[in-house]
């Protein structure tokens, strides 16, 4: 398997560019050159940098002043030493997130052009950072029925990125919010530059406890890490709509260890092995409603597997956005976690 070099261990910037009220306010004042310079003293060697259309364009497709602040994330990566990921989070007519009311990219080609169109603007602006900067197509297709689709369409907006800059790497994920199941149905690589990416929470009972857009999730419902595997497949019945489980494979009186995770992250290995591309795993996080201690447990369980398998990865998130990792309610266990990410 190929190895995605120079974006080995990571960290999301949510919340900035991205899932966010869009205002000069949060531009200017979420993310900071000094928090970039903490991301760097953590030993980590890059960041992922979510941004959403709203940023650089109108409701009519006019370009921006908003591409200033890319400008700034790539200058500040940069002067501290690394490397980043561009992801465009939501494109005009798609969102992962059902509340940003954006619909028919999947079905009308007007919105694919626009998104073509955007992405070659990203390629002139910025593959001259090839060295330093990657491109992440599109964050989490939903259904899977848009699989073909995005196949064709993913294909054509690499082979136009490419034609602009030639030498810029390239993420690309599937259905069911880039996951793992999805990485098979994904067209097979046809150029070196394509690296297939996947987002990793689970057991999202676990993850996501809690969690208010979780659909049938109680929000009072807490978990420890460390929970039978029974317990795991009770909870997620009771209050998840979890399209699949994996825990009837295991004893169900033993408890959650890595094993399980072995099993999922290594579905993802088998098929970048088998076409010989490189993985990457996108997003990977812990509801800040977990206890620190279990969070941290969840995580070093994790990263340990990661490790042993060589998959390079950036951690969701930094701050805020329900997973931030600088907020006061990890500061117990913040040091420990920060050498594994």
């Known amino acids: ?45 890059h960041i992922r940098v979510p941004v959403d259309y709203d940023l650089v364009e109108t409701t009519t497709g006019e370009y921006t002043d908003g591409f200033k602040y890319i400008d700034r994330a790539v200058e500040w990566a940069g002067k501290y030493g690394l490397n980043m990921i561009l992801d465009l989070h939501k494109t005009f007519g798609y969102s992962f997130d059902d509340g940003e009311n954006e619909e028919g990219f999947f079905e009308n080609e007007s919105y694919q052009e626009r998104f073509y169109k955007l992405w070659e603007e990203f390629a002139r602006r910025y593959g001259k950072y090839h060295d330093r900067l990657c491109f992440e197509l599109l964050n989490e297709v939903t259904k899977k029925e848009y699989c073909e689709t995005w196949n064709r369409i993913a294909h054509k907006c690499i082979d136009k990125i490419l034609a602009i800059a030639p030498d810029v790497d390239i993420l690309l994920g599937g259905y069911y919010n880039n996951s793992i199941e999805a990485l098979k149905d994904l067209e097979k690589p046809w150029n070196e530059h394509i690296i297939y990416n996947f987002h990793f929470y689970e057991p999202l009972i676990f993850t996501h406890q809690g969690g208010y857009w979780v ?5 009072d419902f807490r978990m420890p890490f460390a929970s039978s595997y029974a317990d795991y497949s009770k909870f997620t019945e009771e209050n998840t709509a979890q399209h699949s489980q994996g825990y009837a494979d295991f004893d169900q009186n033993a408890m959650m260890d890595a094993e399980y995770f072995k099993r999922r992250i290594g579905e993802a290995v088998e098929v970048a092995r088998e076409r010989d591309v490189a993985l990457y795993c996108g997003e990977y996080g812990v509801i800040d409603l977990a206890e620190p201690e279990d969070r941290l447990a969840w995580f070093e369980t994790v990263c340990g597997v990661f490790d042993e398998y060589d998959i390079c990865r950036a951690a969701w998130s930094y701050k805020e956005m329900d997973f931030g990792l600088v907020d006061k309610c990890m500061d117990s266990v913040r040091d420990k976690l920060v050498k594994i990410l």
């Open 1 to 45: 398997m190929k190895k995605f070099t120079g974006y080995t261990h990571g960290i999301n910037l949510g919340g900035w560019l991205s899932q966010c009220d869009h205002t000069t306010d949060r531009y200017e004042n979420f993310i900071k050159e000094e928090d970039i310079k903490t991301i760097a003293s953590w030993g980590l060697d």
């Open 215 to 219: 659909e049938g999730m109680n929000v």
